[in-house]
């Protein structure tokens, strides 16, 4: 099958390249900047990909990039958390984005395209609310990166419906693992703890952690075997941050474990703590106001039966193995940068 993959230089799209390569698939990837090393060498580094310059924002280009695909595998987006004034630009670029995509791969007649979802178009519930599945949609969309992916993926839907395309949508949880060349807010929050911010007390919330490589395989999976349905990638278990920064003090014990987890009450304040963390350690700030007040007393409970059910899909990386393998991938970037 001959497969597009659009943010092909992206954490995922990085990992679904080296998957697609794998299984037999030919490849085609789509960056933004074509003439920069700095942001293609590392996927040419896969094998036989071929790369293209397509822009959302020109969909000529993106058009030019799906000539004779069978596939598409939309990957590219804005993920941020920490944006100030850069809102409305993060919503415009998942809805717009997926309009562009979507229309391109009609006019260029592609059978088949998977979205790039995210578990965070699903509600967060009360802590003895039962799991969460494919069925559910959140209504609290204050966080501008779960407005995004939600009204990005609700207009694919509706796309897909006008347009008559065969369209699945992998909502994967927070994703973590090799391959990155940049951070994202992911990595950002493992680099954060492997500097201590949460030595004097971890944040009381929980995170819907899953493996690149994970979520790499699920998009295969949808592709080759997914109906014109939603499927969710994460793994069994929601780790909460303490258990994360715990783990990590057990990868490499120069990483400090939490003393504790905060209380509830403290949970308006991390904001406030997170600046005065970046400060300090010179880490990227990732909490907002919007983010603590949407989590705050709620947990993450979600169900990834279907995905194993219907495509045989199962997490084959620990949360251990795959925060080890995260942490190794934030050393190594940092050494070559440093070069």
């Known amino acids: 099958m001959k497969v597009l993959v659009t943010g092909a230089n992206g954490h995922l799209g990085t990992n679904l390249v080296r998957e697609l390569l794998a299984a037999g698939h030919a490849v ?3 960056v933004r900047a074509l003439g920069d090393p700095l942001r293609t060498a590392h996927v040419r ?3 036989p990909v071929e790369l293209v310059e397509a822009d959302l924002d020109q969909p000529a280009t993106l058009r030019a990039a799906m000539d004779g695909m069978d596939a598409v595998l939309h990957t590219a987006a804005l ?5 100030p004034g850069q809102d409305a630009a993060i919503v415009k670029a998942s809805v717009e984005g997926i309009d562009a995509a979507l229309r391109a791969a009609k006019d260029a007649g592609v059978g088949r395209i998977v979205v790039t979802s995210s578990t965070g178009t699903l509600p967060i519930g009360a802590p003895d609310a039962s799991p969460v599945d494919e069925k559910d949609w959140t209504s609290d969309v204050r966080v501008p990166y779960l407005r995004a992916k939600t009204e990005g993926e609700r207009r694919a839907w509706a796309l897909a419906d006008e347009l008559g395309l065969e369209l699945s949508t992998v909502l994967p949880g927070a994703f973590g693992g090799p391959g990155f060349a940049r951070h994202t807010p992911t990595i950002d929050i493992v680099e954060a703890i492997m ?4 030595q004097l007390g971890a944040p009381p919330i929980n995170y819907p952690w899953v493996d690149v490589r994970d979520v790499a395989r699920a998009h295969l999976l949808v592709l080759e075997k997914g109906k014109r349905e939603r499927y969710i990638a994460v793994n069994d278990h929601q780790p909460t941050m303490t258990e994360i920064a715990q783990t990590m003090h057990m990868i490499d014990p120069v990483v400090p474990r ?3 987890t905060l209380p509830t009450m403290l949970m308006p304040a991390l904001p406030w703590l997170d600046g005065l963390a970046s400060l300090i350690n010179g880490t990227s700030r990732t909490m907002t106001g919007e983010i603590a007040s949407t989590i705050k007393g709620r947990v993450w409970n979600i ?7 219907e495509l045989g899909w199962q997490p084959q990386l620990s949360i251990k193995q795959s925060l080890a393998d995260t942490m190794a991938a934030i050393q190594e970037l940092a050494a070559r940068k440093a070069a």
Do not use: D, E, T
């Not at 993920?79 to 944006?83: E, N, S």
């Open 45 to 47: 580094a896969l094998g």
């Open 303 to 309: 169900s990834n039966q279907k995905i194993r059910r």
């Open 258 to 260: 939490p003393l504790m």
């Open 79 to 83: 993920y941020l958390f920490y944006a």
């Open 195 to 198: 500097k201590g911010v949460f």
């Open 28 to 30: 085609r990837g789509s």
